[in-house]
């Protein structure tokens, strides 16, 4: 092959030639080189470092700012429309960066909830999409790649940050067609030339393909690892003798589908968990579909409908572990479906047991729940049935049927009606959880925030005193229960407590 420069720079221009800009999340593909889109409103860049007004920003007051983008509006969340207050973005972004993914799913909705929410912006908003790009890569660090990319079409993707994670995410859902031609058709955004090379040879001109691999090698811009990767991809069939290479520690979506395309998919089991929603495509082997989806349904991912939909997709041909599993659930499902009390009976508990050994009690009770209760069955089964259902949307119906058999059963009674004023806590979480209902003085640090209105920062601050002491710090679960119920999520901080009471996320 012949390399000629001046043909690589009339095709792309020489902007093509600087870095692309580091992300939060390490893993994204590095598909823009250069942003060469002009701000929204026109507005030029500063010439001068001289004095004048600082922090003023201009925009049209007609458009939207990024931040402003959400999925669920006020009327579903019940959160108000000025959920930031008076918070700035920057320590909006670093907190929702920061706050790790929870280990309690009454969390996990609640923080999925603060991401996907449609609220007024922060009061400093501008169009750099800075608290929108923090939502997204959340969404995207427990792999809930389906909400990130609605959340992502909602805004305006020509903005080059905003364009990558959605180029991103067409890789990994297997619509990187749709993705190279939107590229196509955004002149402003200069793709690198590993993106170049994929999307030309998506689009049928592998010439062009080659050519641009030859020219990226020349002026430095790919590395011996990626160019012996792009020829494989390029000439594949004239590369089976040459041995392959073992993947890099990190792996972005573009690799990942070039791995995939000649025949060396990487197994998702050690990537980050936006990856494995790639094995939940219907050309994926049925374990690999179950394994994803018990990871992702594990972090509040994907709904529960769709972690039972995979379960019985078909019959299971082997035994043990994720298979057992899959065949319990079926099992239990069929004698509800049937009504059938006396198979409920003999099969609940299997099925139980599984979800417990895969932590994914909760999604579980949000099942069955209602089919559970609405079945006459013996008392054995009836009273797991109603353990069960506490940690369902319906606890406080199930605690109204329950028994006072023991301590722990009248509290967990008193907690899910929210009369715990006169319950005797039964173990050191138990009492961490009643001072949280009975003593409703606010953390010290939290009275001015809520003053200020800045509920959003006071929840996120909430979620991560609340995860710390899911892991034994019983002081932060109190404070963290406070501030949950003092901005009116009385039913999440019940939920949270009957989750940290009941099962084992330390």
Aim: glycine fraction near 6%.
């Amino acid at each position: 092959m012949l390399i000629r420069l001046t043909v690589f720079t009339a095709l792309f221009g020489s902007t093509a030639l600087a870095e692309a800009p580091l992300s939060a999340i390490d893993w994204l593909s590095d598909s823009l080189a250069i942003s060469v889109e002009p701000p929204l409103g026109g507005a030029e860049p500063p010439v001068s470092a001289g004095a004048g007004i600082e922090n003023v920003s201009v925009m049209p007051l007609d458009v939207q700012t990024p931040d402003a983008v959400g999925l669920l509006p006020t009327s579903v969340t019940g959160l108000p429309p000025e959920l930031w207050g008076s918070s700035d973005g920057d320590t909006l972004s670093q907190l929702i960066l920061l706050t790790p993914a929870p280990r309690l799913p009454a969390l996990q909705d609640l923080m999925n909830m603060l991401l996907l929410a449609e609220v007024n912006p922060p009061m400093d908003a501008d169009f750099e999409p800075k608290l929108l790009l923090a939502r997204i890569d959340a969404l995207l660090d427990v792999g809930a790649i389906d909400a990130a990319k609605a959340l992502l079409e909602r805004a305006d993707t020509k903005q080059p940050d905003l364009f990558r994670r959605w180029f991103d995410l067409a890789l990994l859902s297997g619509t990187e067609d749709a993705a190279c031609e939107a590229l196509r058709d955004k002149p402003g955004l200069t793709p690198s030339f590993s993106t170049r090379i994929f999307c030309l040879a998506r689009n049928g001109d592998w010439s062009a393909a080659a050519l641009t691999l030859e020219t990226g090698v020349a002026l430095g811009q790919i590395d011996q690892a990626e160019e012996d990767l792009m020829v494989r991809f390029l000439e594949h069939e004239e590369t089976d003798h040459i041995i392959a290479t073992p993947p890099p520690s990190r792996i972005t979506p573009l690799e990942f589908r070039i791995r995939e395309a000649i025949g060396e998919p990487l197994p998702t089991t050690r990537l980050p968990l936006a990856f494995v929603a790639s094995d939940l495509r219907s050309n994926t082997g049925w374990k690999a579909q179950l394994e994803a989806a018990e990871r992702l349904a594990r972090v509040g991912a994907i709904p529960e409908n769709q972690l039972l939909g995979i379960y019985s997709d078909r019959r299971p041909s082997a035994s043990g572990g994720i298979w057992d599993r899959a065949r319990a659930i079926q099992n239990l499902d069929k004698a509800l479906t049937d009504r059938n009390a006396k198979a409920v009976q003999s099969t609940l508990s299997t099925a139980w047991a599984a979800m417990q050994q895969a932590d994914l009690e909760v999604a579980f009770a949000n099942l069955f729940t209602d089919q559970l209760m609405g079945l006459k069955v013996d008392k054995p089964t009836k009273s797991l049935v109603l353990r069960i259902a506490l940690l369902s949307d319906s606890y406080e119906a199930a605690a109204n049927q329950m028994e006072d058999n023991d301590a722990e059963t009248r509290f967990l009674k008193a907690l899910a009606r929210g009369e715990l004023q006169t319950a005797t806590a039964h173990n050191t979480t138990a009492a961490a959880v009643k001072d949280a209902f009975t003593d409703n003085s606010l953390p010290e640090k939290f009275v001015p925030m809520l003053r200020e209105k800045r509920i959003g920062e006071a929840i996120l601050r909430a979620i991560a005193l609340l995860d710390k002491g899911a892991g034994g710090d019983m002081a932060q679960v109190t404070q963290g229960l406070k501030v949950l119920r003092s901005v009116g999520l009385e039913d999440t901080a019940r939920q949270a407590a009957l989750q940290l009471l009941l099962l084992e996320r330390g």
